[in-house]
């Protein structure tokens, strides 16, 4: 039998949801998981690449063997039912951008997870999946939204389960998402952050967050330009990101501009926009960062509604 499952990108944090927003969008990563029919030929994992050159180099650095991710992660499907995953074939067709805070790893996971749970026959529920996907990605921000889709509130419990709610984009905020031809790791973008913050910090947050759900509840446009920042990981993640500090410093002034984030733990930025004045949010990024030399791909998007979609079934 073979499975393929369609994933969407994520975008995590939205400014103060540090390891609980998170939002899907419509790019998407395919994962086909076949069982072969030869035994002994052990996992095979093979990544192709839908997108553009620079993601070439990126594949490079993705492990095909035991130690990656989508293996990781069936393998935790299959440990749940005591059995152990042999002769299969993973496919990861891949038009997410890796390393650049698009969800392209929790992506994999999921994929993974659910064509493993097809083929097994549903063994684990949706919160089951969470559970499984959020210990391999380590937080629960882009795997819940791959999962279910549209913009989700989500924690990690203490006994590993995931509690999330979904929460209703108000339908003229824009997203642009702004990606830029360089790379950063998740676990270094992770290494930069301290152990412990300011109090000051972590209540600046709290304020910050509260003001999030409320803005998206109640469409609340001032409410939301003045819930789209963060004092937990953006500021330690600035040097990481040349151009950050100064896109939202040039959009600071714009009209139509709601806030300007980090896309999870970037290098790719979020814009929050009305539906006006997409051009002008467009060529400010491309041409901060055109000073830099980085060259940089932006999409104004919709948010999916839908999370991971199985879509084809041979047998
Ligand atoms: N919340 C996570 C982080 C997202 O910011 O590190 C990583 O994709």
Redesign the pocket.
């Known amino acids: 039998m073979k499975i393929s499952v369609k994933v969407p990108a994520?975008t995590?944090?939205l400014g103060p949801?540090?390891?609980?927003l998170?939002m899907a969008l419509p790019i998407y990563n395919t994962i086909t998981i076949e069982e072969t029919v030869l035994p002994g030929t052990g996992i095979e994992i093979n990544v192709i690449a839908d997108t553009q050159e620079a993601d070439e180099l990126s594949l490079e650095h993705i492990p095909l063997d035991e130690n990656s991710i989508v293996y990781k992660a069936v393998e935790l499907l299959y440990n749940s039912i005591g059995q152990t995953p042999s002769e299969l074939k993973i496919t990861i067709h891949s038009q997410i951008p890796i390393t650049r805070?698009?969800?392209s790893?929790?992506s994999v996971i999921v994929g993974g997870l659910l064509a493993a749970n097809e083929l097994l026959g549903h063994p684990a529920d949706e919160a089951a999946l969470l559970s499984i996907a959020t210990e391999v990605?380590?937080?629960p921000?882009?795997v819940t939204p791959a999962i279910i889709g549209g913009l989700v509130l989500a924690s990690q419990e203490d006994d590993g389960s995931v509690l999330y709610r979904k929460l209703d984009w108000p339908d003229e905020w824009q997203i642009t998402v702004c990606i830029p031809d360089y790379e950063l790791a998740?676990d270094i973008?992770?290494s930069v952050?301290p152990k412990e913050v300011p109090m000051h910090d972590a209540i600046f947050n709290a304020q910050r967050l509260a003001m999030f759900v409320q803005a998206v509840n109640t469409k609340d446009t001032e409410l939301m330009k003045a819930a789209l920042h963060d004092k937990l990981?953006q500021p330690y993640?600035m040097k990481l990101v040349p151009g950050l500090e100064k896109i939202m410093e040039n959009l600071k002034h714009e009209e139509n501009v709601l806030g300007c984030v980090?896309?999870?733990?970037?290098p790719s930025i979020l814009i929050i926009s009305h539906k006006n004045g997409v051009d002008k949010i467009h060529s400010i990024v491309k041409e901060t960062w055109a000073d830099l030399n980085v060259k940089a791909e932006v999409k104004t998007l919709p948010i999916e509604k839908n999370g991971a979609q199985i879509i084809k079934q041979d047998n």
Do not use: K, W
């Open positions: 994520t995590a944090n949801g540090f390891d609980c998170g805070g698009l969800g790893s929790a990605e380590g937080h921000d882009n998740t973008a992770r952050l990981h993640r980090l896309s999870g733990a970037g």
